[in-house]
């Protein structure tokens, strides 16, 4: 259920998420559904069209509940209001400079997800394929041959440019097995499609994506009934498994198959160095801080989280996450495990419910998301499988809910397998 809280304009500060107003969105000069006020000015411009918001306080600051509208009419208070302070988070220097110089272009879907669904099918077999045959060699004979996955990268980060949600919807059907390789496979798309949305040149998505994939290679080293063994871990096997990162750098930095050309970009090897160091010291191998964590390893560590709790983990027992509760989790550790900045923009490119999340309709209609508006993303195309009585629909529907009325939208996300719908064999 949705955390929301209805709220006067007087009650709202800087740092609070608006996920709904008190008339429909399209009646209103807002392009996207569901605001984050960044400024007064944010504050000021909702004041013009409305009396009352909805806040979320789960992708945002809570209200202070003496500004809460406790019933239709006037706005009624517990205590008289009171002027509010904003309350800002300001960036050190070093860290906006480096999150704005990193801004080079703006993206623009050129093909339907339709249309690219194949294409993007095709280029992550290749890029799998690619990786196993990368993976074994090292395994066998210490050879890292990099220029084996250059093709296959580059026609991942091609298709993510063209239409990022074909080729998650891609990994999203192929999340259903634990292996290490399908996790690497899903953070390089994902690390890809964030590269995407932050206007990164496409050579700087491109080391994104291989760095993402390179992430946990030194698992490779650890012992398979570590990996495989249910449960939680004691401190001594924790503290083993964390020895994975250092592993992965020495193997990716004294391969015999890399020549003085073909050594890894640093921006790749930080990645995989500092993917669990956090912005608060609390991470590993390092305990680094903030700005001592390189940009890339702050965007690996944000998706690497992400990933790690929407899939199956080899070492855990706990299930996989729904995207709208991993994405509230992640909103809590901004300015704390992570960059605030960087979350929040991570949070857009991924939406509350991404490309192959299964939710329910507000009719009690049940659809897996096949596509999300860039302009509306809480209402999304929805491929509806199950009727209002959960029922299995003979035929699928395919309905985009930005072009219904706004009285039909999601109630909430599901679980994975929610129902007994297996999305493999959905779509697949």
Known sequence: MKKEVKTSIDGLEIGMYIARLDKPWLKTPYELEGVKIKSLKDIERLRKYCNYVYVDIELGYSPDPRFWVVREGPKVYTTPPQPVVAKPTVLPPELHNEYTALRKNEYQDTAAIEAEYFVAEQAHERLQADFHKVMDKLGQNNEFEVD?????????????IRAPGAMTLVIKLRQFDDST?????????????????????????????????????????????LLKKPGKLTGKEHKKLRGHVDQSVRMLTTSSGLSLEQRLPMEVLQMVAAHHERADGSGYPQALENPAIPIFGRIAGI???????????LYSADEPMPPHEAIAELYELRGKSFQAELV???????????????????????????????????RPSVMLLLDSNKEPLQQFRLVDLSKLDDSISVAKGLQRGAYGIDMKEVFL
């Open 303 to 313: 998706v690497d989280s992400f990933d790690a709790m929407t899939n199956l983990r």
């Open 148 to 160: 084996e996955l250059n093709e296959s990268i580059a026609g991942v980060v091609d298709s993510v």
């Open 181 to 225: 390789y399908t996790r690497a496979l899903g953070t390089s798309v994902w690390c890809a499609t964030f590269g995407r949305h932050l206007g990164l040149e496409k050579s700087a998505i491109e080391l994104l994506a291989l760095g993402g994939l390179l992430l946990d290679v030194g698992k490779s080293a650890v012992p398979v009934e």
């Open 344 to 378: 929040e923009q991570f949070i857009q490119t991924v939406g509350l419910y991404p490309t192959g999340s299964l939710i329910e309709l507000s009719t009690g209609e049940v659809g897996a998301v096949i596509s999300v508006n860039g302009l509306r993303r809480l």
